[in-house]
């Protein structure tokens, strides 16, 4: 499923029009951006929550020459599914 597939989805479900649907899905996805950009946690109850971590630096390797290569520490975002989800699977 693709984002507009998405919003097809969200207006037929909500019973909204389809330019509803897409400014809710930018308000979430926005606000979700917003709470991780400043470190913290977004947590949807029965889906799951959406955390930062940080990702340590270490070394890796070029594919093509096989030279070694440092890749520097980043801050990278994780979703750890709730239970609802993961018994809906």
């Known amino acids: 499923m693709n984002k507009s597939e998405l919003i097809d989805h969200i207006a037929t479900k909500a019973d909204i029009s ?3 649907a897409g400014r809710a899905l930018d308000a979430l996805i926005g606000g979700v951006k ?8 977004v947590s949807i109850v029965g889906f799951g929550t ?10 890796g390797r070029n594919p093509r020459t096989g030279a070694a290569i440092k890749i520097k520490a980043a801050k990278v975002p994780k979703f750890r599914p709730g239970k609802a989800l993961k018994d809906a699977l």
């Open 34 to 41: 917003t709470t991780l950009k400043k470190g913290g946690t």
């Open 50 to 59: 959406f955390a930062v971590t940080k990702r340590a630096a270490r070394t």
């Open 18 to 20: 389809k330019a509803a």
